[in-house]
């Protein structure tokens, strides 16, 4: 038994010295996070980038469009000068079309600083932007939809050094920073995440690193509670240790469960062993929306090139089981309308309709209108939640959640996704119910938490090194 706890000790000791200093700077960042995360676009400057569609005045031969292949989802916008249809098929590569020559490609970098300039305008930069080349795997845009088609990169000399990324495929603007969301983000997200592009770009690399090291900070973590328990006496003093050692010894008894339990959430993030892993069928937006052919969008063109609608700034698609719906920007304001360009405003009638036969809503009861947050669908830090929304339960237990107005399939959450929102992300995030997460309040519960947690790894990190050196000390010693 002497011999075991001595194996103990030593393992926790030379292990906790470079598995310390990770476990403290991920409360450090954690602190950070709770006032600065993730860089996003401003939505204010966002509002400002899409202008009136100068609809062609005869629709061109798009026969890149084939009438027979069936498309998910499509989209109008004017990028630069030109108006562009963005095509997202049922399988394979989204890609764009010109509506005025009918040439597919990308958009030309020249159009897509028009977006980019727009956005910044109204941030209040004036200068103009440089092009800065096309990216998939820069730093700013690892988890950011649609960046595996390309981003094109605009940099601002500007006094925030503002870099804004327009999608090549749609103009739209995807992502903004600047130097100081940088800065942020690489002392809070980026360490916290273990995200450095290096890394990250490696999916599959990224996630069995975070894996094999969120582990082995649980290992430390359980050792830890096992020795500051049998080292704890039953009267005062409860602890035998002096300086660092008492600090950690007493900040470890009291915070070491919490330690536990946010590094082991921060392991079942990342599913290991397909853990909490969505079903994709059950997941899939595509159980919603159904598809449409590509006869049904050049005949959808048709009507609008027909009607050249004034004033409109985007048009996007909204399917419901294959039938087409359309959502019309109009001054910042969306109207939804019918493939005969209609007024058609989403009811409940409707929903019911085309879900329920589909076996997407259990019964008529089992759809909700929402205006404010449920247990599931919340807005966090790095994701805004919308609302007013419908929540339709599925036969088989799916959460669905729409856009009231337009229909868009917001969210989707089996089984494991909800099980993991309990399990997983109420522990790690401290957001179980609606109070917890208002930021005074969240602030006012964390801080201190997270500020005990990094106290224990930190005073572990300080009496390693401090071992190290008298090791050192010793070393000299014997040799002179």
């Given at each position: 038994m002497k011999a075991l706890r001595r194996a103990l000790y030593l393992t926790h000791r030379w292990l906790g010295l470079g598995m310390g200093l990770l476990m403290a700077g991920w409360c450090a960042s954690g602190i950070v996070m709770l006032w600065h995360t993730w860089p996003q676009p401003d939505d204010r400057a966002l509002a400002h980038v899409p202008a009136e569609i100068q609809w062609p005045a005869h629709l061109p031969n798009l026969r890149d469009l084939d009438?027979?292949?069936?498309?998910?989802?499509?989209?109008?916008?004017?990028?630069?000068?030109?108006?562009?249809?963005?095509?997202?098929?049922?399988?394979?590569?989204?890609?764009?079309?010109?509506?005025?020559?009918?040439?597919?490609?990308?958009?030309?970098?020249?159009?897509?600083?028009?977006?980019?300039?727009?956005?910044?305008?109204?941030?209040?930069?004036?200068?103009?932007?440089?092009?800065?080349?096309?990216?998939?795997?820069?730093?700013?845009?690892?988890?950011?939809?649609?960046?595996?088609?390309?981003?094109?990169?605009?940099l601002f000399p500007d006094i925030h050094h503002t870099q804004v990324y327009v999608s090549s495929l749609t103009g739209e603007v995807m992502q903004a920073t600047t130097r100081t969301t940088r800065v942020w983000a690489w002392v809070g997200a980026i360490p916290h995440w273990l995200y450095p592009a290096e890394l990250r770009k490696h999916p599959s690399l990224w996630q069995q690193?975070?894996?094999?090291?969120?582990?082995?900070?649980?290992?430390?973590?359980?050792?830890?509670?096992?020795?500051?328990?049998?080292?704890?006496?039953?009267?005062?003093?409860?602890?035998?240790?002096?300086?660092?050692?008492?600090?950690?010894?007493?900040?470890?008894?009291?915070?070491?469960?919490?330690?536990?339990?946010?590094?082991?959430?921060?392991?079942?993030?990342?599913?290991?062993?397909?853990?909490?892993?969505?079903?994709?069928?059950?997941?899939?937006?595509?159980?919603?929306?159904?598809?449409?052919?590509?006869?049904?969008?050049?005949?959808?063109?048709?009507?609008?090139?027909?009607?050249?609608?004034?004033?409109?700034?985007?048009v996007k698609s909204t399917l419901l089981d294959g039938h087409v719906f359309l959502q019309a920007l109009q001054k910042s304001v969306f109207q939804r309308l019918d493939e005969t360009l209609a007024p058609a405003p989403l009811t409940k009638e409707q929903l019911v309709q085309f879900l329920r036969p589909a076996g997407l809503l259990k019964t008529a009861e089992s759809l909700t209108f929402l205006t404010s947050a449920d247990a599931y669908y919340f807005s966090r830090p790095t994701h805004k939640r919308h609302f007013p929304v419908w929540r339709a339960q599925a036969a088989d237990g799916t959460l669905i959640y729409l856009d009231a107005q337009s229909g868009a399939v917001l969210a989707m959450l089996d089984q494991p996704a909800r099980q993991s929102r309990w399990l997983v992300y109420g522990f790690h995030d401290l957001d179980f119910w609606p109070w917890l997460r208002d930021a005074p309040t969240h602030w006012g519960i964390a801080l201190p938490l997270l500020t005990g947690v990094f106290c224990v790894f930190l005073s572990g990190v300080i009496i390693g090194i401090r071992r190290l050196r008298l090791m050192h000390l010793s070393r000299m010693k014997r040799s002179g």
């Open positions: 009438r027979d292949k069936r498309f998910q989802a499509f989209q109008i916008s004017m990028v630069g000068q030109e108006p562009v249809l963005t095509l997202t098929p049922e399988n394979g590569p989204p890609f764009a079309l010109n509506l005025r020559t009918g040439l597919a490609g990308r958009i030309p970098p020249t159009d897509a600083a028009t977006s980019a300039l727009r956005y910044a305008r109204a941030t209040g930069t004036q200068d103009q932007p440089v092009f800065d080349g096309l990216t998939t795997d820069d730093q700013w845009v690892l988890d950011t939809h649609g960046r595996e088609h390309g981003f094109y990169r605009f690193v975070v894996i094999v090291l969120s582990g082995t900070g649980v290992f430390l973590t359980v050792t830890g509670l096992w020795i500051g328990v049998l080292r704890l006496r039953r009267r005062s003093p409860f602890t035998p240790y002096r300086g660092w050692h008492c600090v950690h010894h007493v900040s470890g008894t009291m915070f070491g469960v919490l330690a536990l339990l946010w590094v082991t959430t921060g392991l079942l993030s990342m599913s290991p062993g397909g853990l909490f892993h969505s079903k994709p069928d059950a997941v899939n937006p595509l159980r919603v929306t159904g598809t449409v052919t590509g006869a049904e969008i050049r005949a959808l063109l048709s009507r609008l090139d027909t009607a050249a609608p004034t004033g409109w700034t985007g």
